[in-house]
């Protein structure tokens, strides 16, 4: 029983000292200023995105991904200040979704045409996901580059996209995300 008790304590120091920077929370700042949307319009497809408050004030990523003309994807992205980070730090999220897949992703530089990205999946109610930053690994254009998982000291852009191989409807709205100092 002790043990247990120690256990608990240490999980609770742990989660509780951890220093977290907030990027983004919508109901404290309900803006969509920095987010943009970027469809496979940019290679001639047909999907429709679209980044908007909800009525409650959380971000909202909605619209239809089509695989008309070789499309397949929508994507949000938000441009923000450049942020200090180290490889084993964590991005939280809270989120709902609408059962579809989606990615997350990260650009340690803008320029970059490369992202490092996870995938999940939503369940339809409110989540809070954790993703280590050294777990992101790197993709261009879908594919794997040839590169490290994230072993960068920055972060300049954010990501959330869909695209499931499938004419699909989407819904995902964004409550706030955070980095964790671990």
Do not use: C
């Not at 008790?5 to 999980?11: G, P, S």
């Not at 609770?12 to 920095?34: D, G, I, R, W, Y």
């Amino acid at each position: 029983m002790p043990y247990l008790v120690t256990f608990i304590l240490l999980m609770f120091l742990k989660t509780n000292l951890m220093t977290a920077q907030t990027l983004v929370n919508f109901k404290e700042n309900p803006s969509t200023e920095n987010w943009n949307i970027v469809d496979d319009v940019v290679m001639g497809g047909r999907s429709s995105g679209s980044f908007t408050l909800s009525k409650e004030g959380y971000g909202k990523f909605s619209g239809t991904v089509s695989l008309e003309n070789n499309g397949g994807f929508s994507s949000v992205k938000y441009d923000m200040e450049t942020v200090a980070v180290k490889p084993s730090y964590t991005i939280r999220i809270r989120l709902k979704g609408d059962g579809n897949a989606y990615q997350f992703r990260v650009k340690d530089k803008r320029r970059h045409s490369y992202s490092y990205i996870a995938t999940f999946e939503t369940t339809g109610n409110w989540q809070t996901l954790e993703f280590t930053l050294a777990d992101l690994y790197p993709t261009f254009r879908g594919r794997k580059v040839d590169l490290p998982n994230f072993d960068q000291n920055t972060i300049e852009e954010l990501r959330f996209l869909i695209g499931n191989k499938k004419p699909q409807a989407f819904e995902l709205f964004l409550e706030s995300i955070a980095v964790l100092e671990n």
